[in-house]
């Protein structure tokens, strides 16, 4: 497959350009704002063409575009393909608010082109296993469910995240979207409500860099989620807690093929057998059959839309003070 990338970014440099090529796809040109910088990006990954022009990178007829620019871009950066009927992988979060992450939905269908959302943790060996062990039914009825994903951001990243709410900057945007994205992907459903409290707590006040919230899911499960920027030594992890037994799995919240999973039953831990993959891989893979098969990406658009519509709840909630039902209409 020909791809263009849209967005001379770190994620393309440090997983994205390798995961296409290791999916044997070709990167024909790389579209950036800055014209300097998207040369030296295309010397320094030998991408044969850069433009400031997207039109001039889409006139390539690329098969797909890989967009990871800055999340209020990405909405007019997809259209731009999609009429030309050429397919996304879109960056999460997909836009900075849901009516545009569902005029992308529209406009992929009423152009037949497939739109996948890079949410790359379901694609963990880790939590594949977690997901064969629900799907078993091998720890009963699901009651709650804690994610903590609290991080360092660390230096080459404090840009538009910390300074930017226009560009969709903040731990929630960010982060909660990927964990919304692997607790649907676990647990088959998607919250209904939720409530939470946000702060700043090292990065100045443009934007939350620290949020906590509990979320009610239709089943009754209850979850908790931990997103920050600011929380240099905790690690992390998730955790599903059953009738029959609990999940504990750690340092699976994470871009790297690592982490360990555990079935804890009364006291004693039995570790599940896991086969390490690159997950950006295997999310590109997923996304390449789906363009030849003509089907919908495993994680689409829609998904996409719907961790953002639960981010947006969480923010709506920490401004508010009150729980805040999760807008999912017309996704
Ligand atoms: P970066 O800040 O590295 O890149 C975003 C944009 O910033 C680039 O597209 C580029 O703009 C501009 N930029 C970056 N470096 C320079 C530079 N040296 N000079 C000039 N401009 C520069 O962001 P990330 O790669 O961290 O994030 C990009 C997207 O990917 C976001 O949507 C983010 O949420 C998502 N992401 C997803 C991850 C995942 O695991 N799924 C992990 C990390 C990020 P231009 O578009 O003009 O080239």
Redesign the pocket.
């Known amino acids: 497959m020909r791809w263009g990338l849209?967005?001379?970014?770190?994620?393309?440099s440090e997983?994205l350009i390798d995961a296409i090529r290791a999916n044997e796809g070709e990167i024909v040109g790389v579209?950036?704002?800055?014209s300097k910088?998207?040369a030296s990006y295309a010397e320094k990954h030998q991408i044969p063409f850069s433009t400031t022009n997207l039109n001039e990178l889409l006139d390539l007829k690329p098969d797909a575009i890989y967009i990871?620019?800055?999340?209020d871009?990405?909405r007019a950066q997809l259209e731009a393909a999609a009429i030309r009927g050429i397919h996304v992988l879109c960056?999460?979060?997909l836009a900075t608010s849901l009516e545009d992450a569902k005029a992308m939905i529209q406009i992929c269908a009423e152009n037949n082109v497939q739109f996948a959302t890079?949410?790359?943790l379901r694609w963990a060996a880790t939590h594949q296993a977690i997901r064969g062990v629900l799907d078993r039914g091998e720890i009963g009825t699901l009651r709650s469910a804690r994610v903590f994903h609290a991080k360092f951001l660390p230096e080459h990243?404090q840009?538009?995240r910390i300074n930017n709410p226009a560009a969709?900057g903040g731990v929630v945007l960010?982060i909660t979207v990927?964990n919304c994205d692997i607790l649907a992907y676990l647990l088959g459903e998607y919250p209904e409500e939720v409530v939470s409290m946000t702060d700043h707590k090292l990065f100045g006040d443009l934007v939350e860099d620290e949020a906590m919230s509990v979320w009610r899911y239709p089943s009754g499960l209850l979850a908790y989620t931990h997103e920050s920027f600011a929380t240099p030594h905790a690690g992390d992890g998730l955790e599903i807690h059953g009738s029959e037994g609990s999940i504990i799995a750690e340092s699976v919240m994470t871009?790297q093929p690592v982490g360990r999973v555990y079935i804890q039953r009364d006291g004693e831990r039995e570790e599940l057998a896991t086969e390490p993959h690159n997950l950006y891989q295997a999310g590109v893979a997923d996304f390449v059959s789906a363009v030849k098969e003509g089907r919908s990406p495993a994680c689409d658009g829609v998904a996409g839309t719907r961790s953002l519509a639960v981010a947006l709840a969480v923010l709506e909630s920490a401004s508010s003070g009150r729980k805040v039902k999760v807008d999912y209409a017309g996704v």
């Open positions: 849209v967005g001379a970014s770190t994620i393309a997983w579209q950036s704002s800055d910088h998207g990871s620019s800055v999340n871009k990405h960056e999460k979060p890079n949410h790359h990243l840009g538009w969709g960010d990927h871009q």
